[in-house]
């Protein structure tokens, strides 16, 4: 069984400033790793996702996240924030043997301060 | 191209109250799952399918009952509505033969139980 771990359900940056959101996986196989993010009353859009090859993943609207398999860890980062990027993002898991099954983190919600 | 479409958007109901949430996608994916997404916990996955005619239970299930007679349709019945059903719940589809980690997600469904 799979589960993520999202650190700071709430996370406050200025505009311009990096902004850094952590999660941590448990897995007993090889993971898949994504990132989605939410605007309010929206539906989930993907960021990124990892799944096999090169442990840093570009995303869109500037985002990236690296795996690191001996931390177990799929942090999410964006060099500069914008209003925009205010939203609830969530860090997700799956399988390969069932990778259509994601397990989710309790999200994050970034607000942006100008 | 209409992706993963769910109705109603909104909908309040009574205690003990029967009733289906509509979920359609016109890729032809094969995966097909309804999550429930609740503050603080992100979303959990109720029921799954794999195929026209297939279904599995996931993390959440009880209270919840679906069925895929159509590669295109997955609707989600709650037998008898609770308080604790009230959630947001979002449909989801992948395809399998080319890359089913990209999973589309409707725009979700407003339930209120009272």
């Known amino acids: 069984a799979q589960s993520v771990t999202q650190l700071g359900s709430h996370v406050s940056v200025s505009e311009g400033a990096l902004v850094l959101l952590r999660c941590n996986y448990s897995?007993?196989?090889?993971?898949?790793l994504f990132w989605y993010v939410q605007y309010p009353n929206q539906g989930l859009q993907l960021l990124l996702k990892?799944?096999?090859?090169?442990?840093l993943v570009k995303g869109i609207n500037g985002f990236e996240a690296e795996f690191k398999k001996s931390e177990t860890s799929f942090h999410l980062t964006k060099p500069s924030a914008h209003m925009s990027d205010a939203a609830e993002y969530f860090c997700?898991?799956?399988?390969?043997?069932?990778?259509?099954?994601?397990?989710f983190g309790a999200g994050t919600t970034v607000t942006v301060r100008a | 191209n209409a992706g993963v479409t769910q109705t109603p958007k909104f909908q309040v109901l009574k205690t003990g109250q029967s009733m289906t949430l509509q979920c359609a996608q016109d890729?032809?994916?094969?995966?097909m799952s309804w999550y429930r997404q609740d503050p603080g916990m992100g979303l959990r996955l109720i029921h799954y399918?794999?195929?026209?005619?297939?279904?599995d239970q996931g993390e959440v299930p009880n209270g919840y009952n679906v069925s895929r007679s159509t590669t295109e349709d997955f609707p989600l019945r709650l037998l008898s509505a609770a308080p604790s059903q009230t959630s947001v719940y979002f449909c989801?589809?992948?395809?399998?033969?080319?890359?089913?980690?990209?999973?589309?997600f409707g725009e979700g469904s407003w339930l209120t139980v009272v």
């Open positions: 989801a589809s992948s395809y399998s033969r080319t890359d089913r980690t990209t999973i589309y």
């Open positions: 897995s007993s196989v090889p993971p898949y």
């Open positions: 399918s794999v195929g026209a005619g297939i279904t």
């Open positions: 890729m032809n994916h094969e995966y």
């Open positions: 997700a898991v799956s399988e390969a043997s069932n990778d259509y099954k994601l397990s």
């Open positions: 990892y799944t096999t090859g090169a442990t």
